[in-house]
């Protein structure tokens, strides 16, 4: 460890000592590197574990951080959760390989030092300090062994990266032989956290599909926010970058798939980040496509005006400043060709990004639209972005939206 990072570290552990069994909402030095939203148990577009749950058997997931620091933290959530879950063991360590974990990296994760805990129903919990340096753009790889059925899991749908599962207890394993199922979601994963790295303020992505990262090469994490990321560490200003988007999410309608309306769970997942400056706000395709039959999956469609999304978006605003947050607004990508496109929505998308563009509510914008649009019809995406449905993003698509945003708007 580089000799300066010494002091850091030991502030580090007395508060380890002084405050055994970090909660969730204790913030005190930590900044979140790495962050994904809760959702509700249940179908999605994918298959998935939420529903039947865990039973001695191990899940392990990998994700990739954005910030260093020398020590981590892990958060764990069961909002969703009809009971408490105990997790009998879990585990922290370097990524290698698929499941695989590098050697000598393993870190038991521990609550009030012990290292089974309960997570409560309708909570957070956060694991005590793990002494192990986490690099910028590193991966982790996080298991946790469930030996007691969990019942239906409070998870995320849309990882777009693979996550394990085993028979038994592989908590410990270096090697990834003994997990031989895999899904693209996170399971009770919902945060991990990172002390002693760069002192900017982190920047969260709040949105639906288009930040989750839906069209992106599974296990790339070429996801925009991840783009992002990677564009201000080669800038030299470094930063933690969340992704908290949900596919299919909305500001103004409430789904059991698809996640908590924006208005209601922003608090939650922006405000509730220990370590943020800024918050990228895109959100409201969904609101006005999801308004013809066949609903989202299977639900009724809803009708949503622009001013009603513009509305949204204010009370989006307002909460943000009322925490001290930069916030900027994104404007609504073309849709024409997509499942969402008619005349009305499509005239419903140009006034809400008139007035993101115009009305000087956002402390900046960041014009998705026109950076995203074909040059021989602005309402239609670049076909070099188009993921083949017209309204999502490849690639190319993630990597344009990571270079519209302007580094400069960023607290």
Do not use: C
Request: glycine letters at 10%; charged letters at 20%.
């Amino acid at each position: 460890m580089p000799r300066r990072l010494a002091p850091i570290l030991a502030v580090a552990l007395a508060t380890l000592t002084a405050f055994p069994g970090t909660a969730a909402a204790d913030t005190r030095g930590w900044t979140a590197t790495w962050s994904a939203s809760p959702q509700r148990p249940g179908i999605n577009y994918t298959p998935n574990w939420s529903e039947q749950g865990f039973a001695r058997q191990t899940v392990r997931q990998v994700v990739r951080v954005s910030a260093g620091g020398v020590a981590a933290r892990v958060r764990l959530s069961n909002v969703y959760g009809a009971a408490p879950v105990k997790v009998a063991g879990a585990t922290i360590a370097r990524t290698a390989e698929g499941a695989a974990v590098r050697p000598g990296s393993v870190r038991h994760l521990t609550v009030n030092r012990a290292r089974s805990f309960t997570i409560p129903a309708g909570a957070e919990l956060a694991s005590d300090l793990v002494p192990m340096p986490v690099g910028a753009l590193s991966s982790v790889t996080v298991t946790l062994y469930l030996a007691d059925p969990t019942g239906p899991v409070t998870y995320h749908a849309q990882a777009m990266a693979p996550t394990y599962r085993a028979e038994g207890d592989h908590r410990a394993d270096v090697g990834g032989a003994a997990f031989t199922e895999k899904t693209v979601s996170w399971y009770y994963l919902s945060g991990v956290d990172v002390l002693g790295g760069t002192h900017r303020r982190g920047v969260v992505a709040f949105g639906d599909s288009l930040t989750d990262g839906y069209g992106s090469t599974p296990g790339a994490d070429n996801r925009y926010p991840d783009e992002l990321a990677e564009r201000l560490a080669a800038s030299g200003r470094p930063r933690a970058v969340l992704n908290q988007g949900i596919g299919g999410n909305r500001v103004t309608v409430d789904s059991m798939q698809l996640g908590d309306k924006g208005t209601a769970r922003f608090r939650r997942d922006v405000l509730g980040q220990p370590g943020v400056g800024t918050v990228i706000i895109l959100e409201g395709t969904n609101d006005i496509g999801m308004n013809q039959p066949p609903g989202p999956i299977g639900t009724p469609p809803t009708e949503v005006s622009a001013a009603q999304v513009i509305a949204g978006h204010r009370e989006l605003i307002r909460q943000a400043r009322a925490k001290g947050l930069r916030v900027i607004g994104g404007t609504l990508p073309p849709i024409k060709g997509s499942r969402y496109y008619t005349s009305a929505t499509e005239a419903k998308r140009d006034e809400v990004n008139a007035w993101i563009r115009t009305s000087g509510e956002y402390d900046a914008v960041a014009d998705f639209d026109r950076a995203l649009a074909a040059s021989s019809d602005e309402d239609q995406l670049n076909p070099a972005y188009d993921a083949g449905d017209h309204l999502h993003l490849n690639d190319a698509g993630y990597r344009a939206m990571a270079r519209t945003i302007d580094l400069a708007d960023l607290r």
